[in-house]
């Protein structure tokens, strides 16, 4: 009975939340500049945001409610999940980078923050290509703090750019979680 009770409550609720919830219509990417061949949909991956004010609810011949989406923002991962750490000595006008090497797919998560200063950032990718002149940029500014998550939309090297915005020098903290083969520090050629 109470297992009937909680269902109940369960699916009220959620018809609760699904009526009330505010429509997401934004793009799929955030990234500034976005190559316009490469997209999750052209790639292959099946990632989109939910309007829940257009989804309906269809139920099953016990009248048990079915999912409203199945499977769209999820891709499974083959490799193990990785978690790092990482401290950054930077010095006054002091620059350093730091790249995922990812799958198409791969996802993450992180946030670094900076003690001393702002520093400026730019979180951006370069495809493995033969022009390394091509890049995706996904964010940029100058803070003390930034968060975020990532889903590769191909493959090559996804990071931050740092550079020493402050009257001194900055200590930069990053935490990463995620499905990446390894985390690189880039020198510049």
Known sequence: MLSTAVAVLGVIFGLSVLSTTESVDQPISQATDPDPAVSSESEGLNYRYLNFAELEVDYDDFGDPLPAASGQNFTAQSGDMKQETLTIELPLDGSIEYKMIMAQGNSAVYNWSAVGGA???????????????????????ESTSRSGSIVAPYAGQHGWFWFNVSDGPITITLNIAGFYDELVKITPE
């Open 119 to 141: 520093a400026y950032y730019d979180f951006h990718a370069h495809q493995e290509s033969d022009n390394p002149d091509l890049f995706t940029r996904y964010d940029m500014g």
